[in-house]
């Protein structure tokens, strides 16, 4: 070691200050972001459906992903702009508030809420043509968001259901979706079309104090209850509440299972419900393609808009996919469909009109796999 | 084989354990120095260029074997500047050991792309 060490101190005294600078570069995180491509996952890697299990599956259903880093380093800002398919930015709204391991909380919530959302809707699709397929789910209010000045911040987690609140005058508020008494949600209701989300019910029922006692439940089945206080600026707790329907498992035919998986949020919706649908389904509707594609599921089976459509399209055409689902619900520049296109113009990539397939719903993308031929 | 426990014995006799185990020291501290940054290097480039994941991954394993590679070679110098005139071969025993550790390394990252990037990447 010292004669190493005496040998090499020459150039140790010279490099020590570019290393500790090239270091710095490499480790340092600055608040932008970057979304770069990534690639596609095999739906059937995480979801099976113990139903048709001797059907024969010609081609695949794959979720499209893409790589979004969080505050990267000075290092991977630069390098990002090497590529003609990355694309960086800086962090806004409530993401800059976010760390990195907040933000993969959000993501996988949305990952597994897009799934339940999946289930539902390819399943209802199913049963109104086969009587053996039931979905049974329940409507919970999930924890979506959390401010800076929440109490009890780090007691409340991302995807912890809201259970009630004691609000004004002893009233016990629960989310709108389990009102054991319809009349006050219209009491509470502000909007014409006579529903009452949540928040609104919240700023009806505690209106007189500042602080409020909200029970929650964790994923494990663990109740708590804290004080939460209302923020003196702008008199908000500093949470939001999303309401999902998840998948009540036991009342439902066929059983599925779900591996995990380390690829987050909810874009993967769609090609989710086809491959689920298809499971479900009598004929294979994959006519041996790989088809793969992007877009979030409603429970109406409509579908939403995604992020990152330029790193997605980039993804797909280095895949060589046959069929790629993206949504247009418009003609805006803002459309997702309107944007791939244009995505496609500027990398270059002139047969999207064979693979890239607008659609604005479920019933869409089945229609357009009936029109394929084996 | 039989050449390779002669020199060793003879190169144990000659040099002793704490001569060894400080000289390996030395390489692993340097080499880590050196190689921190590469790693990180090809580490931030897979995640901004996951596309390419399978090319950079064969970088990184190249870059494993040199981190191995230099780790022996700084060992082996460090041994030469500890006896300057020596009976026994320690660059013999030096390039064996560097060439199974490459081997090892070459292994694993085949066996790493093959197998475990399709199991992770779900």
């Known amino acids: 070691m010292n004669e ?7 150039y140790i005294k010279v490099l020590l200050l570019p290393y500790v600078a090239l270091m710095f570069l490499l480790l340092y995180p600055i608040d932008y972001y970057i979304d770069a491509p990534g690639g596609l996952a095999e739906v059937s890697r995480t979801i099976d459906v113990e139903y048709n299990t001797d059907k024969e599956i010609s081609g695949s259903f794959s979720t499209t992903y893409i790589v979004a880093i969080n505050r990267p380093s000075f290092f991977e800002f630069i390098v990002s702009y090497f590529s003609k398919y990355t694309e960086a930015g ?6 800059l508030d976010y760390s990195n391991d907040e933000i993969a909380e959000i993501s996988y919530l949305d990952k597994a809420t897009s799934i339940d959302a999946a289930i539902i809707v390819a399943y209802e699709a199913i ?39 004691i609000g004004d005058e002893g009233h016990v508020v629960y989310p709108n979706n389990n009102q054991p008494n319809p009349e006050y949600v219209l009491e509470a209701d502000t909007n014409i079309d006579g529903i009452c989300t949540t928040s609104e019910l919240l700023a009806y029922y505690c209106q007189d104090s500042d602080t409020y006692a909200f029970s929650f439940k964790k994923e494990s089945g663990e109740e708590y209850t804290v004080e939460l206080t209302k923020n003196a600026e702008n008199a908000r707790f500093g949470i939001t509440f999303k309401t999902y329907y998840l998948v009540n498992d036991e009342d439902t035919t066929p059983a599925y299972t779900e591996a995990n998986s380390n690829i987050g949020g909810p874009s993967g919706g769609l090609l989710s419900t086809l491959y689920i649908y298809n499971m479900l389904a009598e004929e294979d509707i994959t006519h041996g393609l790989k088809i793969a594609g992007t877009g979030t599921i409603l ?3 409509s579908v939403g808009y995604i992020g990152g459509v330029k790193q997605k399209v ?25 944007a791939a296109v244009a995505a496609c113009k500027e990398l270059g990539i002139d047969d999207y009109e064979e693979w890239l397939i607008p659609v604005a719903s479920l019933s869409d993308a089945l229609a357009y796999l009936d029109t394929l031929e084996d | 084989m039989n050449r390779l426990k002669y020199e060793w014995l003879t190169f144990i006799k000659e040099y002793g354990w ?22 990180v290097i090809l580490g931030e480039l897979i995640s901004v260029f996951m596309h390419l994941k399978y090319y950079l991954f064969a970088l990184v394993v190249l870059g494993v074997m040199a981190y191995f590679f230099l780790i022996n070679k700084l060992t ?8 300057k005139e020596h009976v ?13 550790w490459m081997g090892l390394a070459l292994l694993f990252g085949i066996i790493f792309m093959v197998i475990l990037i399709p199991i992770l990447w779900v």
């Open chain 1, 4 to 10: 190493l060490t005496e040998k090499f101190w020459p």
């Open chain 1, 90 to 95: 800086k962090l806004t709204g409530s993401y």
């Open chain 1, 127 to 165: 049963s109104a043509i086969n009587p053996d397929v039931h979905i049974a789910y329940d409507t919970k209010t999930l924890v979506f968001g959390k401010s800076i000045y929440l109490s009890f911040y780090d007691s409340i987690s991302f995807g912890d259901e809201f259970i009630s609140v």
């Open chain 1, 299 to 301: 429970y109406d089976g």
């Open chain 1, 314 to 338: 980039a993804t797909a055409y280095l895949n060589h996919v046959d069929v790629f689902f993206i949504p247009h619900l418009a003609d805006s520049a803002s459309d997702n469909y309107v």
């Open chain 2, 18 to 39: 704490k001569a060894l185990l400080d000289a390996f020291f030395g390489g692993l501290v340097f080499s880590t120095i050196v190689f921190i940054p590469v790693f």
């Open chain 2, 76 to 83: 082996l110098q460090a041994l030469q500047m500890k006896k």
């Open chain 2, 88 to 100: 026994s071969h320690p660059e013999y025993l030096i390039r064996i050991h560097a060439l199974v």
